[in-house]
């Protein structure tokens, strides 16, 4: 039984007793049957329209707020409740209810002025955006999402319709699969799960990043084509312009053509070290015995190195040794001494291999550029030899970080952790 059934009831149920008590009183004051029926009659039409008064009070005020809040409900805005009297019951109740419907009110119209403003926004916008449901289907997309996917989009589509997967929390679509940068955002919504597709044309970008690459190798190797092949050009007219060969200059020439060569297969060589560095082979392997085949990469007559550390490094031996050869070569090609002194230590802190070098050189000349392929400021550098010792050090999981001295030299500071990379 519903309320309004119980209040009927409860009404109905008032009006029998107090019936039943005005004729047990008629009865005991021995009246006689035809003033008991009048008088009852006289009762019962009050007491019913007092009933019904009580139950249309109750009825239509709480029928009424019924109303209110299921329209409400259902999105009309234009509603207002009939104001009741001050001293009506429900009054307070009524306000609150109002009260809450402005609100509410407020808040739909701020969240559709915001929407429609953010739809604008994304509907002129040149990147293609597209949102889906928890049920991946299609709730809204921008112009530039049409128009690269030349495809109807229609809102309740669902996303394998339209060409997207699913894996590994990430959509994706074969559209944008080359010169595009995608993105998926997930994000919760009134408790429901959303996506956000959007994907950035990246091509241009690439295409300026080769180009400037192409531009950076193009001047590297034409300065080393020109410094090995001029000289040689001119030793060879030279030689060639003379009547008689001499063998002792023919010798001589043909030496330093081979020097520059040899030079100059070594700058290619590096090169290729930088731009193809295979994954490291990671192993315990003595350091010192790295850094002795390093020293005798270098002129040792003029060169000091003090080692303090541990002996025992984590790494990828070959890569290391190249890092160390590099290294040595830039402490004693830059140092202006009559001896170039190295301060080498290797330690382990925090889980991480840690390798630092110091020199008495006149350190960086400009910081900021320093690990930057192709930059040098030597006269004869290629700027390829510490970005290679920087990329294998990366390749490890780590870092190489450079500094100068407070008083003088280069300070080198490499650490990576003591576990297997990933590759």
């Known amino acids: 039984m519903n309320h309004e059934k119980w209040l009927i009831t409860g009404l109905s149920s ?36 007092l009933a ?32 009741s009297h001050k001293d009506n ?20 119209a701020q969240s559709t002025s915001l929407s429609h403003l953010l739809s604008g926004m994304l509907d002129s916008w040149s990147v293609p955006v597209c949102l889906f449901d928890q049920q991946l289907k299609l709730t809204y997309r921008n112009s530039a999402m049409n128009e690269q996917l030349q ?19 990430q959509l994706s679509h074969p559209k944008f699969a080359d010169n595009w940068q995608c993105q998926s955002i997930n994000y919760l919504h009134l408790s429901e799960k959303h996506w956000l597709f959007s994907a950035l044309d990246i091509s241009q970008l690439l295409h300026k990043n080769q180009s400037v690459t192409q531009q950076n190798l193009i001047r590297v190797l034409g300065h080393e084509l020109r410094n ?39 700058f290619v060589g590096q090169y290729s070290k930088l731009a193809q560095l295979p994954p490291p082979k990671i192993k315990w392997f003595n350091i010192h015995d790295v850094l002795a085949e390093a020293t005798a990469m270098i002129d040792e007559s003029n060169c000091e190195i003090d080692f303090k550390g541990n002996e025992q490094c984590f790494g990828d031996v070959e890569q ?8 040595l070569k830039n402490s004693q090609e830059a140092c202006e001494h009559t001896t170039t002194k190295i301060n080498f230590k290797a330690y382990y802190h925090q889980q991480e ?23 040098t400021t030597k006269k004869h550098g290629s700027g390829i030899g510490l970005s290679l010792c920087a990329e294998i050090i990366r390749n490890h999981g780590g870092q190489l970080t450079v500094a100068n001295q407070d008083i003088q030299g280069a300070k080198i500071f490499m650490s990576w952790p003591l576990a297997e990379t990933e590759t």
């Open 14 to 49: 008032i009006v029998v007793v107090i019936m039943a008590l005005i004729a047990a009183l008629t009865l005991s004051l021995n009246w006689s049957l035809l003033a008991i029926s009048t008088t009852l009659f006289v009762v019962m039409h009050p007491l019913i329209w």
């Open 52 to 83: 019904w008064r009580c139950y249309w009070f109750w009825c239509q005020s709480i029928m009424q707020l019924t109303t209110y809040t299921q329209m409400l409900k259902e999105g009309e805005q234009n509603l207002h409740l009939k104001k």
């Open 89 to 108: 019951l429900l009054t307070e109740l009524q306000n609150e209810v109002e009260a809450l419907a402005l609100v509410k009110s407020t808040q739909n």
């Open 151 to 169: 495809q109807p989009m229609l809102v309740g589509s669902k996303a394998t319709e339209l060409g997207f997967t699913l894996e590994n929390g």
């Open 228 to 266: 090995s092949l001029t000289p040689m050009s001119s030793m060879t007219d030279t030689l060639l312009g003379s009547e008689h060969l001499d063998e002792q200059r023919t010798r001589l020439v043909l030496t330093r053509i081979h020097q520059r060569s040899e030079r100059l297969l070594s």
């Open 320 to 327: 290391i040794t190249q890092v160390m050869i590099n290294l």
């Open 353 to 375: 291999q840690v390798l630092e070098l110091t020199d008495n050189g006149p350190g960086f000349a400009n910081l900021s550029n320093v690990l930057t392929p192709f930059y």
